[in-house]
Antibody, heavy 114, light 110 residues
Framework: EVMLLESGGNLVQTGASLRLSCAASGFTFHRHAMNWVRQAPGKGLEWVSVIGGRGDGTFYAESVKGRFIISRDNSQNMVYLQMYGLRVDDTAVYYC?????????WGRGTLVTV | QAGLTQPPSVSKGLGQTATLTCVGNVYNVGNEGAAWLQQNPGHPPKLLSYRSNKRPSEISERFYASRSGDTASLTIIGLQPEDEADYYCSAWDSSLSAWVFGGGTRLTVL
């Protein structure tokens, strides 16, 4: 069974930094791109970033480009989102999502409040 | 970033058929097709279909996805109370090198 468990969400001040983590299990981790998707309170889904299976190829939404960095550790089955210069409009539940032609599996999310 | 266009809400009666639409362009929906996700309040999204018409094995055959040009559709047959949820479409946009979402459609089952 695929399991994704996000952590690291917190209440922070504007301009602060935060690192989110996503622990993955139940699948061959290095074979899949991994994404971060966020959802502001009462709003729709917004894609944040993706990283290729071997850590090659990272892409970002324009809204976070230059402030967020996605990375992964395939030896630990972990994916991370390092966030800098947090703004009020970054407030959201951040989901980790496994990619297989689409967002195939999702974690339960972690709340970031700025 | 430009997103996909979905109607904000659709209402249909119990047992009826609902068709949700998602309009994109040649670089996203018109390219590799769209995926559909269902989200109930307080829960993460769940994948219903991908590449326009493929369905995960655990998803009911009542959910049927298709595509015509730059428009993707999700048809839900025989609406049940548990189908009341938010539905999102998504697609990879090759011109943006980014995933894009629709704004979501809230489906109400009357």
């Amino acid at each position: 069974e695929v399991m994704l468990l996000e952590s690291g969400g917190n209440l922070v001040q504007t301009g602060a930094s935060l690192r989110l983590s996503c622990a993955a299990s139940g699948f061959t981790f290095h074979r899949h791109a991994m994404n971060w998707v966020r959802q502001a309170p009462g709003k729709g889904l917004e894609w944040v970033s993706v990283i290729g299976g071997r850590g090659d190829g990272t892409f970002y939404a324009e809204s976070v480009k230059g402030r967020f960095i996605i990375s992964r550790d395939n030896s630990q089955n972990m994916v991370y989102l390092q966030m800098y210069g947090l703004r009020v409009d970054d407030t959201a539940v951040y989901y980790c999502a496994k990619e297989y032609d689409a967002f195939e599996s999702w974690g339960r999310g972690t709340l970031v409040t700025v | 970033q430009a997103g996909l266009t979905q109607p904000p809400s659709v209402s249909k009666g119990l047992g009826q058929t609902a068709t949700l639409t998602c309009v994109g362009n040649v670089y996203n929906v018109g390219n590799e097709g769209a995926a559909w996700l269902q989200q109930n309040p307080g829960h993460p999204p769940k994948l219903l279909s991908y590449r326009s018409n493929k369905r995960p094995s655990e998803i009911s055959e009542r959910f049927y996805a298709s595509r015509s040009g730059d428009t993707a559709s999700l048809t839900i047959i025989g609406l049940q109370p548990e189908d009341e949820a938010d539905y999102y479409c998504s697609a990879w946009d090759s011109s943006l090198s980014a995933w894009v979402f629709g704004g979501g459609t809230r489906l109400t089952v009357l």
